[in-house]
């Protein structure tokens, strides 16, 4: 199980801490990544990291102001977002998937857990 925790209400140009915490399972050798879906849009990859942390991957629109990390021992994996804007306004899913792959397609992955909202007013 995942939970996802940390949305809030910011402006723009503010920062959040994004968390997902796993439960019931070790995820420390999952693949976790991180999706985000706006009001009748579809769900959008935004960032996603190996078991090893090794690798990284972030879409574009997100580039040098997401950060994804990951402390396996806590089962946990992180998403800081600096300089928000209107347009990262969504709810946030963090997903797990057991392949060494970060998948950009929503539904290439395993698990989900349930979401948390940001919303960036400007």
């Known amino acids: 199980q995942l939970q996802a925790y940390g949305g809030g209400s910011v402006q723009a140009g503010g920062s959040l801490r994004l968390s997902c915490a796993a439960s019931?399972?070790?995820?420390?050798?999952?693949?976790m990544g991180w999706f985000r879906q706006a009001p009748g849009k579809e769900r959008d990859f935004v960032a996603g990291i190996t078991w090893s942390g090794d690798s990284q991957s972030y879409a574009n629109s997100v580039k040098g102001r997401f950060t994804i990390s990951r402390d396996n021992a806590k089962n946990t994996v992180y998403l800081r977002t600096n300089g928000l804007k209107s347009d990262d306004t969504a709810v946030y899913y963090c997903?797990?998937?057991?392949?060494?792959?970060?998948?950009?397609?929503?539904?290439?992955?395993?698990?989900w857990g349930q979401g948390t909202q940001v919303t960036v007013s400007s």
């Open positions: 997903a797990a998937d057991r392949r060494e792959m970060i998948f950009i397609t929503a539904w290439q992955w395993d698990h």
């Open positions: 019931g399972r070790t995820f420390s050798t999952y693949t």
